[in-house]
């Protein structure tokens, strides 16, 4: 079992920059490739970023790449979500989940925080 727990949401400004974190505990969180994914109200979830459990490979959404960053501390047991350049079309919850699978689907991940509210306004 893995427990995920996210944090650093809040409300910025269009053109600013946040950094979210998401804590696990239990398993070895080396064993879990770690994603974010993002929900609005009456939209499917989205796919944001994924990084494999050594931190060696990453993958990013269209729209994210060149804004977002995603890395992990094993160390800290924590994963990172850095997002500059903000639009308010960013606004959502952000949710951390962790999977065996290195993917971006989400019917993959089975491990899956509460989520952090995101708010950008223009």
């Known amino acids: 079992q893995v427990r995920l727990v996210e944090s650093g949401g809040g409300l910025v400004q269009a053109g600013g920059s946040l950094r979210l974190s998401c804590a696990a505990s239990?398993?070895?969180?080396?064993?879990?490739?770690m994603a974010w994914f993002r929900q609005t109200p009456g939209k499917e979830r989205e796919f944001v970023a994924a990084?494999?459990?050594?931190?060696?490979?990453?993958e990013y959404a269209d729209s994210m790449k060149g804004r977002f960053t995603i890395s992990r501390d094993n160390a800290k047991n924590t994963g990172y979500l850095q997002m500059n350049s903000l639009k308010p079309e960013d606004t959502a919850v952000y949710v951390c989940?962790?999977?065996?699978?290195?993917?971006?689907?989400?019917?993959?991940?089975?491990?899956w925080g509460q989520g952090t509210q995101v708010t950008v306004s223009s």
């Open positions: 989940a962790a999977s065996i699978w290195y993917s971006r689907q989400a019917t993959l991940y089975n491990y």
């Open positions: 239990g398993r070895t969180f080396s064993s879990y490739a």
């Open positions: 990084i494999t459990g050594s931190g060696g490979s990453t």
